[in-house]
Nanobody, 126 residues
Framework: VQLVESGGGSVQAGRSLRLSCAAS???????MGWFRQAPGKEREGVAV????????YYADSVKGRFTISQDSAKSTVYLQMNSLKPEDTAMYYC??????????????????????WGQGTQVTVS
């Protein structure tokens, strides 16, 4: 199982970034999500997606600004981040839960529900 993130960088407040997470080494199904961890803080869920049914769920802090999406043919999940704020600065991680899920399953935002993690990509907003 391999999850490889890309797309991080340094931007000014109000700008946009798109993160990508390419998955390989397993059947592309279940829940996938984006999490972030700022220095001195706990890792928190940002957005998750049921890769089978397409249902998406967001943390309140990013609703209306971030969008998670997928390209199943490429086994890739994206996080479009608009109207970025300095408080969005963090290391962003892609994760999957390791379970085959039915299409209507509501994927959780809790980090303990996810077993496989990428190496992270840094997002800095100034």
């Amino acid at each position: 199982v391999q999850l490889v993130e890309s797309g991080g960088g340094s931007v000014q407040a109000g700008r946009s970034l798109r993160l990508s997470c390419a998955a390989s080494g397993y059947a592309y199904n279940g829940c996938m999500g984006w999490f972030r961890q700022a220095p001195g803080k706990e890792r928190e869920g940002v957005a998750v997606i049921n890769t089978r049914g397409g249902g998406t769920y967001y943390a309140d802090s990013v609703k209306g600004r971030f969008t998670i999406s997928q390209d199943s043919a490429k086994s890739t999940v994206y996080l479009q981040m608009n109207s970025l704020k300095p408080e969005d600065t963090a290391m962003y991680y892609c994760a999957r839960d390791g379970q085959a899920r039915v299409s209507w399953f509501r994927c959780p935002l809790g980090k303990t529900d996810y077993n496989y993690w990428g190496q992270g990509t840094q997002v800095t907003v100034s």
